[in-house]
């Protein structure tokens, strides 16, 4: 399948050894996934995007108020919708939502998405936080899908995405919010997420991609050191927190719902930067995150292993993917080689149903990416420097 995908996204014919590593790395991947599925077992449970509980004032009433330009005219300040996806988890919302009230810019529009959570959420939300607009799911759609219910229930010039798993600081959201007020050229903004229970340690300090096809946390589980605060500019946005222009998720469609849940996120910074939307890291905005807090282990590794190849398949450009072919192999075969080995695990069982998944479904990634890579006139060598080389 990795040999089919590479060969059919070439814009020129691949020498024999590159055929060779492509065909090799397909029939490890193939063998090691069916032989692996056959000792785990089902496909896992739908992701579900976690929820939590909340109680504490509303907000202040914000107006539709002036801010200087810098060129001294008045313009409007934009205004902003926090959509907060959640499915059970109560517990969590209730950090959550205090920290959303505390904010020294409030947020104009607050909106809870309960994913069709089988306890009494939505209704909790609405008693205990009258201010927040809740949308009640009556079926189970999943991250993006919920993601995408709170997108179109927002009335804002910016949509903030914040999981329920998370705490921002008071200055958060006035912080995330001022590049897409201030610099045209920003069309999303990565927060700097620290870890819940180690908050000098960080999850991310927005978003990467290798040149071998692994989406990354940058700087994750390191020691929040300052060393990613100089470079604004980076690839994409992590969802737990993160804002868009209402622009950019109108000209993409917002989260893809084909991926369910994982790398929707990088999937849509992909998008976004073909449309030649940049992404501003943030490192002022800070956020404290419970990591996969409401997914658990074996669920999130299949819905990885699946979405890496499709992101993969349909969203990096066919320059790239001959430029960095070996860089591509390498990376892919030691995904599977590293689950091979631990094979005994349940998450790394579940690691290979999902690459199994993934090729799949390559015909269909590669269906969509025609249409998504027709007319880009996107800077491969400004998207290339972006890529991280380790």
Not at 39 to 45: C, F, K
Not at 63 to 72: D, F, I, K, N, T
Not at 184 to 194: D, I, Q, R, T, Y
Not at 332 to 339: E, F, H, L, W
Request: glycine share 8%.
């Amino acid at each position: 399948m990795l040999f089919s995908l590479f060969w059919f996204l070439s814009d020129a014919p691949l020498t024999t050894r590159q055929l060779t590593v492509f065909a090799v790395a397909t029939l490890i991947c193939a063998v090691a996934s069916i032989a692996i599925l056959q000792a785990g077992q089902g496909s896992p449970e739908p992701e579900r995007s976690g929820a939590t509980d909340t109680h504490r004032q509303p907000p202040p009433v914000t107006s539709q108020v002036l801010a200087p330009s810098g060129e001294g005219t008045p313009r409007p300040r934009l205004s902003v919708s926090v959509v907060i996806p959640t499915y059970r988890g109560r517990e969590y919302l209730v950090p959550c939502l205090d920290a959303v009230a505390c904010q020294t810019r409030p947020a104009d529009q607050v909106i809870v998405v309960d994913d069709a959570s089988p306890d009494d959420t939505a209704q909790w939300v609405r008693d205990t936080y009258p201010w927040v607009h809740v949308v009640a799911l009556p079926t189970n759609r999943k991250f993006a899908g919920a993601a995408n219910a709170g997108i179109r229930a927002s009335a804002g010039d910016i949509v903030v995405l914040l999981n329920n798993d998370t705490e921002a600081e008071p200055g958060w959201l006035a912080a995330l919010v001022a590049p897409l007020e201030a610099e045209p050229e920003v069309g999303f903004c990565a927060s700097k997420l620290l870890l819940f229970d180690r908050r000098d340690h960080l999850h991310a300090a927005g978003d990467g991609y290798t040149i071998g096809g692994i989406p990354v946390n940058r700087g994750a589980f390191t020691k929040d050191d300052g060393r990613f605060d100089a470079e604004p500019w980076v690839f994409g946005a992590c969802a737990a927190a993160s804002a868009y222009r209402r622009e950019l998720l109108a000209e993409t469609g917002g989260f893809d719902e084909w991926l369910v849940s994982y790398l929707e996120d990088i999937d849509l910074s992909w998008r976004a930067q073909l449309l030649g939307y940049r992404c501003r890291f943030v490192p002022e905005a800070r956020v404290y995150h419970h990591v996969s807090a409401t997914g658990g282990q074996v669920r999130p590794s299949y819905w990885c292993g699946r979405n890496f190849l499709l992101v993969l398949a349909r969203d990096m450009p066919a320059p790239l993917l001959r430029r960095h072919w070996r860089a591509i192999a390498s990376s892919q075969g030691r995904i599977v080689r590293d689950a091979v080995r631990h094979w005994r695990g349940q998450a790394a069982r579940a690691r290979l149903r999902g690459v199994l998944a993934g090729m799949w479904h390559l015909p269909g990634a590669i269906a969509q990416r025609r249409a998504l890579h027709t007319g880009s006139a996107i800077d491969m060598e400004a998207l290339d420097r972006l890529l991280d080389r380790a």
